[in-house]
């Protein structure tokens, strides 16, 4: 009885063999072509323009400026931009505007700033004319770590309408200016510190403009997302 059990067992072992499905060779199979040569993935796309980074981008974001290409831009005044790596910066004692083509009403803007030692920049938005960029004819987001003239009117402060909520110390480092402009009230945060919050509504619409106006500035990395 033991020998014939065990002969049924290997039998019905050899049998459960027999039945078990052809292994699964979909992985191997997928890395090759029907002739049989390995297929090679395509190498993720990189950007090589303004407007392919911005179709690469997240949903709902605008590149304007991404390292390529000053596309996006044109430029008032006499200083020269220059790209370099993946910034663009210009220097000198210039009052000199990098300034949007397109207008802009409710947005979030994004975008890294590096100022040298003394230097006087800022961010102006909702502009009146885009041939005439100043504080009086739109709202500028001050980078001027060190103002004698008006302390208020500091890094982080909206010029002449909100002083930094505090002091914000920039120069010669890359940092992160946010600002949030929807409907009357606009956020400026700097490395993530909300330093003006503000309901203002003399000006509800236009360019932006990324300014020098002394010393050495640089940028990169500028995106907006429409609200």
């Keep these: 009885m033991n020998r014939a059990l065990t002969t049924l067992t290997c039998l019905l072992g050899l049998s459960l063999i027999a039945c078990q499905p052809e ?3 979909s992985t191997e199979s997928a890395e090759e072509t029907v002739s049989g040569e390995v297929a090679v993935m395509p190498a993720p796309q990189v950007a090589q323009t303004t407007t392919q980074a911005s179709l690469l981008s997240e949903p709902n974001w605008a590149i304007l400026f991404a390292g390529h290409d ?3 831009f044109n430029i008032v005044g006499d200083a020269e931009w220059n790209i370099v790596d993946d910034y663009v910066e210009a220097s000198g004692d210039f009052r000199s505007y990098l300034v949007t083509k397109g207008y802009y009403t409710d947005f979030l803007l994004q975008a890294e700033f590096w100022p040298s030692t003394g230097t006087n920049s800022g961010i102006f938005i909702r502009n009146d004319s885009p041939d005439e960029i100043n ?14 003239e008006n302390p208020q009117n500091q890094t982080g402060s909206i010029v002449n309408h909100v002083p930094p909520s505090t002091n914000i110390l920039t120069e010669e480092k890359w940092n992160n200016y946010e600002i949030r402009a929807e409907g009357n009230r606009i956020v400026a945060q700097v490395n993530g510190v909300i330093t003006a919050d503000a309901e203002l509504d003399a000006h509800q619409s236009g360019p932006i403009a990324f300014q020098l106006n002394g010393g050495h500035i640089r940028f990169r990395n500028i995106r907006i997302r429409p609200l």
């Design 70 to 72: 000053l596309s996006s």
């Design 135 to 148: 504080a009086s004819g739109g709202y500028e987001i001050n980078i001027r770590d060190i103002n004698e």
């Design 23 to 25: 292994q699964d060779m």
